[in-house]
């Protein structure tokens, strides 16, 4: 399956179950945490499945933990499988990061956050590895997000640019752009133009990776706390994000965007205003290349190759 046009959607999240049910909003797609729904016997997985049968779903994780040395977690991976198989997600996607390590006295301890990796040759192996033992498993292609990250290493071989170009080329996987954590990473470097430097970013994906290497962008608001930009998904997304994903669009070509907002989180109607102005752009991009305009969710999002 391809995704057919780019579109809009919004994170659907515990809150909104009941209006958006009822309302049955014009979005293209919605997204939710994967680990969220490996019941299928709650709630939450019952929801999911009628949201299922009106709306395209993408299923965005947070604890493959990719870049962990010590290898997957492989219960995960199959209660991430056997979700998979239950909802026939449009899209599939996790985090550039590590989050599992051998423990001293035995056994593993998993950090409950997404941890920033060194852009080695041999991290690449690792993601590869991982990349591909994922794929496998679910019979389909991933992508994977880049980080807002809070520290850098000092050992990096390769700029972040240069690792995303190379894991998909290998793997051939997809990024997921998320174009906030672009913007969040640049402020917190104390960049004097925060907005030229995630373009400079953008300019370098472009120059190195393969055509159509974005499968998905993600839109967010972030906020200052004692000096240090955080990617808190609290508020709408900022002026200059908007202005970065419009020259995404421009420079990497069109794709599905995604509206997340997991903190302070607003009426519905706010996400949906959000996503409307992000389908804006995106149709604003495609007349100026001749391309369909994104799709709403009465239109089909997938064809069947």
Request: charged share 20%; proline share 5%; glycine share 6%.
């Amino acid at each position: 399956m391809n995704l057919q046009t780019p579109c809009a959607g919004i994170g659907l999240r515990q809150p909104h179950y009941r209006e958006f049910r009822a309302s049955q909003p014009d979005v293209g797609f919605v997204e939710v945490h994967s680990e969220n729904f490996f019941n299928p016997h709650d709630a939450a997985a019952q929801v999911l499945a009628a949201v299922r049968t009106d709306h395209a779903v993408s299923l965005h994780g947070v604890g493959l933990a990719l870049g962990s040395a010590c290898g997957l977690d492989g219960d995960h991976l199959e209660r991430l499988a056997a979700l998979v198989a239950r909802i026939e997600p449009v899209q599939v996607s996790d985090h550039a990061c590590f989050a599992r390590a051998p423990w001293a006295a035995g056994g593993e301890v998993h950090a409950n956050d997404l941890l920033p990796v060194a852009f080695t040759e041999t991290q690449l192996d690792i993601f590869c590895t991982h990349v591909q033992q994922v794929q496998d498993r679910l019979r389909r292609p991933i992508l994977v997000e880049n980080l807002s990250a809070y520290l850098h290493f000092g050992d990096s071989e390769m700029h972040e640019t240069e690792f995303f170009a190379a894991l998909c080329k290998r793997t051939g996987c997809g990024l997921l752009l998320d174009v906030n954590n672009l913007m969040v990473n640049a402020r917190n470097a104390h960049e004097a133009e925060p907005l030229q430097a995630v373009c400079d970013w953008l300019d370098r994906l472009a120059a190195i990776a393969a055509p159509g290497v974005v499968g998905e962008i993600h839109l967010a608001g972030h906020s200052e706390q004692k000096g240090l930009v955080i990617d808190d998904h609290s508020t709408r997304v900022s002026l200059p994000v908007w202005m970065a994903y419009a020259y995404a669009l421009h420079r990497l070509g069109t794709a599905p965007v995604l509206i997340e907002w997991d903190t302070a989180l607003p009426a519905l109607d706010v996400l949906l205003d959000e996503a409307a102005q992000a389908r804006v752009l995106l149709d604003d991009v495609a007349r100026s290349q001749g391309l369909p305009l994104a799709r709403t969710a009465q239109q089909p999002m997938l064809e069947v190759a």
